[in-house]
């Protein structure tokens, strides 16, 4: 008999312990839980996302916790307020739900709050999911306060005004810790929205990254997106443009130095009258310090904030109250850009470190352009926006020191584009040589060296200005007639740019030379447009006397 008792106990005891340890996991879930919302929230600052606990009831064996979904930055903040009922079962081990034993202090299951939802918007869910869940989501936090996470949409369909959109279901899963550290994975499948004039099509996207942590609200690691199939049909065409699109991005922290690499390639581009089939474009910006990025980061969050706020509407500014608030958020708006520009130029640029380097290269069946741009910061002082907005070429000319190259094919340009390309020919700031486009430029503080010939950075600048803009006219309040008699004006609108008027104007002492060069080579554009139209255009009474 004692031996029976003391059998009996032993599950007893279990029993007792088991529901001992889940209180006491009970107990911390709530502070977890809160914890990963804050996280969260630190990760999608910029974004205008936030996420809140709206109440959290415990009970025996777990808690239902009501959580929000703000979007703050439009057009996602015309959804208004999310909510969502998150089912917590305490750990420490958990059984079923569709995934073998588990263990942690939490296992959350998440699904949207219809019920505070009014009647249309359930209604319209109702019909755009099939009946379906929107969502569906299931969380496990594990005892470190690492997270393990899962969520799908169902398929949406939606008709309305003669747009239908459609997407099949989407997957997002990953993983946390408390140092932001984990995984993510995005699967999606067809997404196509179209009316009776246009059509967008994407047939699956594919996100994975590995993020090895957080600074300033951004994320750092590595990340790889794939887009293949891409199909636009712009409206009033016949033919959509299709290409595949990748994007990759690696960042990270080495010895306190912060570096980006971003790069994206369209392949495979059709639908453009091979006027370009591919594009690969990539952006090395490093040598950051890590201190200042992160204070930027948050400036730059607090910036966003600010420009969300300051939507202007016409109930805004009815009343004194308004009128003022809008001028504070003013007021914090112009203080904070200016905290950005001094942040940016006095803790986040090092002297001789900070490098920007970007390369674009593009083909067509015609032809290749490569573009390399490389610079690396030279400046000593932390300027102002005052001061930068007084400054002159040799200011700038001492933040910045590097190389700038263009190589490309002149095949790859639209037809008439060597009309435009030879006065920048003339000045020196691209050779045409042959059937290439060459350029090089090297900046070295107050000195440029332009295809081979040294000059001062001022005359490099000044050369940069749209041919026949003086100074005076680059000026605010310049003549935007380009220095073209009013009466004059009024004779080219009428009767457009006639042999007649170009030599009125050659004539005029008050027209500046650089502007009648450019009404020459505008002419010549419409001669040889003219010329291109007349063999259309005589081909038809040919045809109309061969009927006869």
Same mark, same amino acid.
């Given at each position: 008999?004692?031996k029976?008792v003391?059998l009996?106990?032993?599950?007893?005891v279990?029993l007792?312990?088991?529901?001992?340890?889940t209180?006491?996991?009970?107990?911390?879930?709530?502070?977890t839980l809160?914890?990963?919302?804050d996280?969260?929230?630190?990760?999608?600052?910029?974004?205008?996302?936030?996420?809140?606990l709206?109440?959290?009831?415990?009970?025996?064996?777990g808690?239902?916790a009501?959580?929000?979904?703000?979007?703050?930055?439009p057009?996602?903040?015309?959804l208004?307020?999310i909510?969502?009922?998150?089912?917590?079962?305490?750990?420490?081990?958990?059984?079923?739900?569709?995934s073998?034993?588990q263990?942690?202090?939490?296992?959350i299951?998440?699904?949207l709050?219809?019920?505070?939802?009014?009647?249309e918007?359930?209604?319209?869910?109702?019909t755009?999911f099939a009946?379906?869940?929107?969502?569906e989501?299931?969380t496990?936090?594990?005892?470190g306060?690492?997270t393990d996470?899962?969520?799908?949409?169902?398929?949406?369909?939606?008709?309305?005004?003669g747009?239908?959109?459609?997407m099949?279901?989407?997957?997002?899963?990953?993983?946390?810790a408390?140092?932001?550290?984990?995984?993510?994975?995005?699967q999606?499948?067809?997404i196509?929205?179209?009316d009776?004039?246009?059509?967008?099509?994407?047939?699956?996207m594919?996100l994975?990254?590995?993020?090895?942590g957080?600074?300033?609200g951004?994320?750092?690691?590595?990340?790889d997106?794939?887009?293949?199939?891409?199909?636009?049909?712009a409206?009033?065409?016949?033919?959509?443009?299709?290409?595949?699109?990748?994007m990759?991005?690696?960042?990270?922290i080495t010895?306190?130095?912060l570096?980006?690499?971003?790069?994206?390639?369209?392949?495979?581009?059709?639908?453009?009258?091979d006027a370009?089939?591919?594009?690969?474009?990539?952006l090395?910006?490093?040598?950051l310090?890590?201190?200042?990025?992160?204070?930027?980061g948050?400036?730059?969050a607090?910036?966003?904030?600010?420009?969300?706020?300051?939507?202007?509407s016409?109930?805004?500014?009815?009343?004194?109250?308004g009128?003022?608030k809008?001028?504070?958020?003013?007021?914090?708006?112009?203080?904070?850009t200016?905290k950005?520009?001094?942040?940016?130029?006095?803790?986040v640029?090092?002297?001789?470190?900070s490098?920007?380097?970007?390369t674009?290269?593009?083909?067509?069946?015609?032809?290749?352009?490569?573009?390399?741009?490389d610079?690396?910061?030279?400046?000593?002082?932390?300027?102002?926006?005052m001061?930068?907005?007084?400054?002159?070429p040799?200011?700038?000319?001492?933040?910045m020191?590097?190389?700038?190259?263009?190589?490309?094919?002149k095949? &790859?340009?639209?037809?008439?584009?060597e009309?435009? /390309? %030879? #006065?920048?020919s003339? !000045?020196? =700031?691209?050779k045409? +040589?042959?059937?290439k486009?060459?350029s090089?430029i090297?900046?070295?503080?107050?000195?440029?060296?332009?295809?081979?010939?040294?000059?001062?950075?001022?005359?490099?600048v000044a050369m940069?200005?749209?041919?026949?803009?003086?100074?005076?006219m680059?000026?605010?309040?310049g003549?935007?007639?380009?220095?073209?008699?009013?009466? &004059?004006?009024?004779k080219?609108?009428?009767?457009? /740019? %006639? #042999?007649e008027?170009? !030599?009125? =104007?050659?004539?005029? +002492?008050d027209?500046?030379?650089?502007?009648?060069?450019i009404m020459k080579?505008?002419?010549?554009?419409?001669?040889?447009?003219?010329?291109?139209?007349?063999p259309a255009?005589?081909?038809?009474p040919?045809?109309?006397a061969?009927?006869?």
């Open positions: 008999m004692k029976l003391t009996l106990s032993v599950p007893v279990l007792v312990a088991w529901g001992g340890t209180w006491y996991v009970g107990q911390q879930t709530e502070t809160k914890q990963f919302i996280q969260q929230n630190q990760a999608s600052t910029q974004s205008g996302i936030k996420q809140e709206v109440s959290y009831e415990k009970s025996a064996l808690a239902t009501i959580t929000k979904l703000i979007m703050d930055v057009p996602l903040s015309g208004g307020e909510q969502f009922i998150n089912e917590i079962s305490n750990g420490p081990v958990f059984i079923g739900g569709g073998p034993v263990f942690g202090t939490a296992r299951h998440t699904q709050d219809t019920a505070a939802l009014d009647a918007q359930r209604e319209w869910l109702t755009a009946g379906k869940a929107p969502l989501g299931h496990v936090i594990g005892f306060g690492n996470y899962h969520f799908t949409t169902n398929p949406l369909k939606v008709d309305q005004d747009t239908t959109a459609q099949d279901s989407i997957t997002l899963s990953g993983t946390s408390p140092d932001m550290t984990g995984k993510i994975s995005v999606a499948g067809k196509e929205v179209k009776t004039t246009a059509q967008f099509t994407l047939p699956s594919q994975e990254g590995d993020m090895t957080m600074i300033g951004q994320a750092l690691g590595t990340f997106l794939k887009m293949p199939g891409v199909s636009i049909l409206e009033e065409t016949t033919v959509p443009v299709s290409f595949d699109l990748a990759q991005s690696d960042s990270g010895d306190n130095e570096a980006f690499k971003i790069a994206t390639q369209a392949s495979n581009i059709q639908g453009v009258d370009l089939s591919k594009l690969d474009f990539k090395d910006l490093s040598g310090d890590m201190a200042g990025a992160e204070e930027l948050k400036l730059q607090e910036l966003q904030s600010l420009q969300n706020q300051m939507l202007w016409s109930e805004a500014t009815e009343t004194p109250e009128q003022q809008q001028q504070e958020l003013m007021t914090q708006l112009t203080d904070t200016g950005v520009v001094e942040t940016l130029f006095a803790k640029l090092k002297t001789d470190k490098r920007l380097h970007t674009l290269l593009t083909e067509s069946p015609k032809g290749k352009l490569n573009a390399d741009v610079l690396t910061y030279t400046g000593k002082a932390a300027p102002d926006m001061a930068l907005a007084s400054y002159g040799n200011d700038w000319a001492k933040l020191k590097g190389k700038v190259t263009l190589d490309a094919d095949a &790859l340009l639209p037809p008439g584009s009309l435009m /390309l %030879t #006065p920048l003339e !000045q020196g =700031l691209l045409l +040589d042959g059937e486009i060459t090089a090297e900046l070295a503080g107050e000195n440029v060296t332009l295809n081979g010939k040294q000059m001062p950075f001022a005359d490099f940069l200005a749209p041919p026949g803009m003086d100074q005076g680059m000026e605010e309040g003549d935007p007639n380009m220095g073209i008699p009013e009466d &004059l004006m009024k080219i609108e009428a009767e457009g /740019l %006639t #042999p008027i170009i !030599q009125l =104007l050659e004539e005029s +002492d027209v500046p030379k650089e502007t009648i060069e080579q505008l002419q010549q554009m419409q001669q040889q447009m003219g010329a291109e139209e007349a255009t005589e081909a038809a040919a045809a109309d061969n009927k006869e």
